[in-house]
């Protein structure tokens, strides 16, 4: 007897599913019965937006629950949210029937249904679930099994292709899963054309312009890298969704997300609201150096004239925390989440410098502005050198935070990824010295609160205290820049080891064991990981 299974995720008419199919088979040389029990313990409702640095919780409503089950069809709703949850069961080409049942509470509904297969010598039996979440529209509809059938088959048809060396490549593989993760269960789109990317699926389904502006930035890169990844028949195809998702997400940020004190918020729900009304610097800059890069890819000047109007708004805005005397700018967190001991925050101003240089790059094109925006960033970035310069040992690096009066912190985080960036950017050369100080005191010990020692040890954050998969991410670029290929093949080992099953990084890891210690799904460091080995 031998049992295999197969998942199929699909989207139809509006609809998103997944089927779940088992193929039993008997190999023996008479009948075998086989047990089987359709149910489980049910439930529907949201996350609870359990954030480690909390912006101000949203209670979750109470659970008010129906669960039915009649012919081949179980569903569960909650009369709090306008989706429902139907799961549909086949014996084959056969519908299988349930133990019919109708219940309301506000508590988990337990549902069993204990039953036998009778598989003959030689037989094979598929056993099929499909699983269906949709809006609340009257009588849940019935399905036959020849429909689900012609479903499954359109997904599979679907389904990316890749190139015989990706399924052979695991780097390649890892790429591919996080381009997947981001497409199938990140990207929620919000009407017909706006996009809304959540930065994961299940404990935190929430968007942060800074999480979403890496994982769009993998959407391009691989992009360009499609004829490697994928199968010829399929570039167009993977080409035209890649351009629809980000165009989508620029049209989600610009349109559908609430900024109720003029800027973007740190967090925000799928349908724009803002969670956390915090003002954070570097949120303030992604989106409009998404638009640069949109444009620099696609040329897509229709959407890039719609949005045109908002960069003015964003520009003024930003100016409002420029320092009196000084082209720097004040943020009240980190990209961390985090309360700021001074209010400068070095890898924001890099970021700040880099979006102005790309959006003077744009304007020569669309005219947007008076601005002189090359002026504006070479003054940013004078101010720069002259202010987050500080000491450190013999020589000299660049300090996280300063209040512009002398004072500094010497601190290093994952989330920093402008830093590792700057020599790509051409902030800085990648031999500069204090860029390279900067960069070895993250990778150190003295990086109290940044830095964690094991064998799985290194770069993370002091609100979640592990070694971050986004932090190897960031040494695994840094070797690559400096040309230190012992170090590189070191990270790249490691983060061969801490990748998850399924191909995606965790938030953190313990530092002695390699075991995940936050969220197991977090779709911005495998993006930013899967960029840097484009690179590679």
């Known amino acids: 007897m031998e049992i295999n299974a197969v998942y199929i995720p699909f989207h139809h008419d509006g609809m998103s599913g997944m089927t779940q199919q088992l193929t039993v088979t008997n190999y023996g040389d008479k009948p075998e019965s086989v047990p089987l029990t359709v149910g489980g313990t049910f439930s529907l409702h949201r996350c609870s937006y359990g954030q480690l640095t909390e912006g101000g919780p949203i209670p979750i409503p109470q659970a008010d629950l129906a669960v039915t089950a009649a012919n081949n069809r179980l569903t569960i709703s909650n009369v709090n949210l306008p989706a429902e949850a139907s799961l549909y069961f086949f014996n084959g080409a056969d519908p299988l029937e349930l133990r019919p049942m109708e219940v309301t509470t506000n508590r988990p509904v337990t549902y069993i249904q204990d039953t036998e297969l009778i598989v003959n010598n030689g037989e094979s039996r598929e056993l099929t679930m499909l699983c269906l979440i949709s809006e609340v529209a009257g009588e849940p509809a019935s399905f036959s099994f020849e429909e689900l059938q012609a479903w499954k088959k359109r997904a599979w048809e679907e389904t990316p292709r890749l190139t015989t060396d990706s399924l052979l490549d ?116 992604y989106p409009l150096l998404q638009l640069c890069d949109y444009y620099d890819r696609f040329q897509d000047r229709q959407t890039v004239i719609r949005l045109l109007p908002k960069i003015n708004e964003i520009l003024v805005m930003i100016m409002e925390y420029k320092d009196r005397e000084q082209w720097l700018f004040q943020t009240g967190e980190t990209p961390a989440d985090d309360e700021v001991a001074y209010p400068y925050h070095f890898s924001s101003q890099v970021l700040v410098w880099h979006t102005l240089t790309s959006l003077a790059k744009l304007n020569e094109t669309f005219s947007f502005t008076e601005l002189e925006l090359l002026e504006m960033a070479r003054l940013v970035k004078r101010d720069i050198l002259d202010c987050f310069i500080a000491p450190h040992g013999n020589g000299e690096l660049f300090a996280y935070l300063t209040d512009l009066k002398g004072s500094f912190q010497l601190y290093h985080d994952a989330n920093d990824l402008p830093t590792v960036y700057a020599p790509l950017w051409g902030f800085c050369n990648s031999n500069d010295p204090r860029w390279m100080n900067t960069m070895e005191f993250a990778f150190s010990k003295e990086n109290k609160g940044g830095f964690f020692e094991g064998e799985y040890g290194g770069l993370g954050s002091v609100h979640t205290p592990h070694p971050w998969p986004l932090g190897d991410g960031q040494e695994l670029l840094y070797s690559l820049l400096i040309g230190d290929d012992q170090r590189h093949q070191k990270v790249r080992s490691k983060l061969a080891e801490i990748v998850q099953w399924d191909g995606l990084f965790p938030e953190a890891v313990n530092g002695h064991s390699g075991k995940v210690e936050s969220r197991h799904w977090f779709s911005w460091p495998g993006a930013f990981i899967s960029s840097v080995l484009l690179r590679c």
């Open 170 to 285: 695991a780097e390649k593989l890892i790429i591919h899963r996080n381009i997947d993760y981001i497409l199938s269960c990140c990207s929620v789109p919000v009407d017909e054309e706006a996009v809304c990317i959540i930065t994961d699926h299940q404990l935190l389904p929430l968007s942060w312009n800074r999480d979403s502006y890496y994982m769009m930035r993998l959407l391009l890169d691989s992009e360009q890298h499609a004829q490697g990844l994928y199968e010829e028949s399929y570039v167009p195809k993977f080409k035209n969704q890649v351009q629809r998702t980000v165009k989508g997400h620029l049209l989600w940020m610009f349109e559908k997300a609430v900024r109720p004190n003029r800027y973007w918020g740190r967090a925000y729900l799928t349908n724009g609201f803002c969670k956390d009304d915090v003002f954070q610097l570097d949120q303030q800059c």
